[in-house]
C-alpha cells in the first residue's frame, strides 16, 4: 500500500529514474526503526535497477518529486521469508516506510537546451546544446595545467555545490594525451550519482565541483596528482601520469 502524505507537485517518477530521498522505515509489529537517512545523507538508487525492494518501486512509480510517501509493505514485497537479521527484520515481517522524494532523474534530464561554448586558447574547448552530449577539443599545441583547473561552459542559478554533498551530474570523460573518451554517462544513457568526496571521486572532482551552482555545465582539466597519478587506471584506458579532462553537467545536488 502506498499513501501520498504530502503531494510535492514536481515531475512523475519513473521506471528506471535515478532517485534522490531521504527516508525513515519501522518494523509494523512494534513500530520499531530498523532504518534512517535522517540526520545523516539523502541516497539514491535507479528505480528498478538498482537492488532495492520491490516494495519501494511498486510504491515510488508515478509518485511526484517532492511528495513524502508513506509505504506499507508486506513481507512478499520486502524481505520475505528470510528477512534482513542484521537490521532486526525478522523473517515474514511487515514493513512501513516514510519517504520525502527529493529529486527524480531520467535519461532525459539535462540543462537549458541553448548552445554554449566554454574553455578555448590554451584550455580544451567544449561545444554543444546544454541537452546534448558535450564536445571536447583538446588544444594541438600547448601543454596542460599543473592544477585542478574549472571553467563555466553554461552557468546555472541553484544552489551551490559543496563537498560532501551527494550529487547528480551527467558527464564525458577523456585523456589530455589521447583526446580520446575514457568515460561517458551520456553512453549509458543514464544520469550518475555520488558523494563529493575523496572516498567516492578523485580529489580533481572534490577540487572542481565544489562551489559550482546547480544547472552548470563545467570544463575540468585535473592533473595527475589529483587524478589517478602515477598508477593511472588501465583498465578504463587511463594511462599513468595522465591528465584527465571532464565536461560535467550538474542536474542536482543535496
Known amino acids: ?46 528505480l528498478g535497477k538498482d537492488p ?19 509505504l506499507v509493505i508486506p513481507p512478499d514485497k520486502g524481505f520475505g521469508t528470510k528477512g534482513l537479521p542484521d537490521a532486526g527484520i525478522k523473517p515474514d515481517d511487515t514493513l512501513v516506510f516514510v519517504i520525502d522524494v527529493l529529486g527524480s532523474y531520467s ?29 571536447i577539443t583538446i588544444p594541438a599545441s600547448a601543454n596542460p595545467p ?31 594525451s589521447t583526446g580520446k573518451v575514457f568515460d561517458a554517462s551520456w553512453d549509458r544513457n543514464e544520469p550518475a550519482s555520488f558523494t563529493l568526496d575523496d572516498s567516492q571521486v578523485i580529489k580533481g572532482w ?18 595527475p596528482d589529483s587524478g589517478y597519478g602515477k598508477a593511472g587506471r588501465p583498465e578504463a584506458g587511463i594511462k599513468k601520469n595522465e591528465t584527465l579532462v571532464f565536461a560535467v553537467d550538474v542536474l542536482g545536488t543535496f
Open 107 to 135: 535519461a532525459k534530464s539535462s540543462l537549458n537546451p541553448a548552445v554554449a561554448s566554454g574553455g578555448g586558447g590554451a584550455l580544451p574547448a567544449v561545444s554543444g546544446a546544454g541537452d546534448e552530449k558535450p564536445t
Open 206 to 223: 572534490v577540487e572542481g565541483l565544489t562551489g559550482v551552482k546547480t544547472g552548470s555545465r563545467v570544463l575540468l582539466v585535473i592533473p
Open 146 to 176: 599543473a592544477k585542478t583547473t574549472v571553467r563555466n561552459v553554461i552557468e546555472g542559478d541553484g544552489a551551490p555545490v559543496a563537498k560532501g554533498n551527494l550529487v547528480v551530474v551527467k558527464y564525458v570523460g577523456l585523456s589530455w
Open 1 to 46: 500500500m502506498s499513501n501520498v502524505i504530502t503531494d510535492g507537485g514536481g515531475a512523475k517518477i519513473a521506471k528506471g529514474d535515478l532517485v534522490v530521498v531521504n527516508y525513515l522505515g519501522q518494523l509494523w509489529r512494534d513500530n520499531k526503526t530498523f532504518d534512517t537517512s535522517y540526520g545523516k545523507a539523502p541516497v539514491s538508487f535507479r
Open 52 to 70: 532495492i525492494i520491490t516494495g519501494w518501486s511498486d510504491g515510488l512509480v508515478g509518485k511526484n518529486v517532492g511528495s513524502r510517501v508513506l
